[in-house]
């Protein structure tokens, strides 16, 4: 009788964390799509008054990292 309440625990328990997986991969790849929206725009932009280059050199930094994170997470 344990040994089945301690296996149907673990499963739940599986299941909960390949949720939390799943979860955390939908926000994040949502996340890469609006940096890479975010990028877009500012390469549109001409203005001189901020340094676009910078910015896109930080947002491609975030989005590598985050694409590490979803693949990581993909592979779980």
Do not use: T
């Amino acid at each position: 009788m344990k040994k089945k309440k301690k296996e149907k625990d673990i499963q739940e328990l599986l299941e909960a964390k390949e949720n939390a997986h799943n979860y955390c991969r939908h926000h994040l790849q949502g996340i890469v799509k609006n940096i890479q929206k975010l990028r877009r725009q500012f390469k549109k932009l001409k203005s001189k008054r901020c340094s676009i280059y910078s910015i896109d050199n930080e947002l491609i930094h975030n989005q590598v990292l985050l694409n590490e994170v979803v693949k990581h997470l993909e592979k779980k």
